[in-house]
């Protein structure tokens, strides 16, 4: 299966303080997507990108969140000023080229106190 | 809000097939039909997708009922590593975003 690495593994911050989610999606592909899961719910959708701009949103994906690619190769979740709340799985995930069959990333584990 | 409906969990004995329904009366013609599952909080993983024909990879079959109302998902010899929660999805070929449900919880018993 094609590979998408994600870092940190887990993230423990204070409530407040800004963290940076970190993804290399599939290479060379324009798309990727960042989805969270809050412990015992559903996997919810956040934002798509698409060539360096924001595709969609959901409403979870208020003006507290923004993505980026930084470089060439990774893409990154920012949340500006944690809340307890955004304690979550948060997952990233990219096509494979040629088709638009997403493929996660293992996760980064947000733990806020 | 997930246009399919799945039980909520099932049982499947070691090297049985497992077979996992799924609903989806309001689909549209243009939109497949995905499996996805989700091993305790890991990344979900892809597993087969389909638009009407059945299909099979060496993860699986999906069988899809000629109407498309609704369609099956059949692991031919579950293993204990084959316990997960497993998500169906349907999904406009080239849509933004994935949808999910609350899915299945398949338990594999030994």
């Known amino acids: 299966e094609p590979e998408v690495t994600q870092t940190p593994s887990h993230q423990v911050t204070q409530m407040g303080q800004e963290v940076i989610l970190r993804c290399v999606p599939i290479?060379?592909?324009?798309?990727f997507y960042w989805y969270r899961q809050i412990l015992g719910q559903k996997v919810e959708f956040l934002v798509s990108?698409?060539?360096?701009?924001?595709?969609?949103k959901s409403e979870i994906f208020d003006d507290q969140f923004s993505v980026e690619r930084p470089d060439g190769s990774n893409f990154t979740l920012k949340i500006r000023s944690t809340k307890l709340e955004d304690s979550a799985m948060y997952f990233c995930?990219?096509?494979?080229?040629?088709?638009?069959?997403?493929?996660f990333g293992p996760g980064t584990r947000l733990t806020v106190l | 809000d997930a246009k399919t409906t799945q039980p909520t969990s099932m049982d499947c004995a070691e090297g049985r097939a497992a077979n996992l329904p799924c609903n989806h009366s309001t689909i549209s013609g243009n939109e497949y039909v995905y499996w996805y599952r989700q091993i305790h909080s890991q990344g979900p993983q892809y597993i087969i997708h389909?638009?009407?024909n059945n299909e099979t990879n060496e993860m699986a079959s999906l069988i899809i009922t000629e109407d498309r109302k609704s369609s099956t998902l059949i692991l031919p010899h579950a293993t204990l590593r084959d316990t997960a929660v497993y998500y169906c999805?349907?999904?406009?070929?080239?849509?933004?975003?994935?949808?999910f449900g609350k899915g299945t919880r398949l338990h594999i018993l030994p």
């Open positions: 995930a990219s096509p494979k080229s040629g088709t638009d069959t997403q493929y």
């Open positions: 999805i349907v999904r406009v070929a080239g849509d933004d975003k994935i949808i």
């Open positions: 290479s060379n592909h324009l798309y």
């Open positions: 990108f698409y060539n360096n701009e924001i595709s969609e």
């Open positions: 389909g638009l009407k």
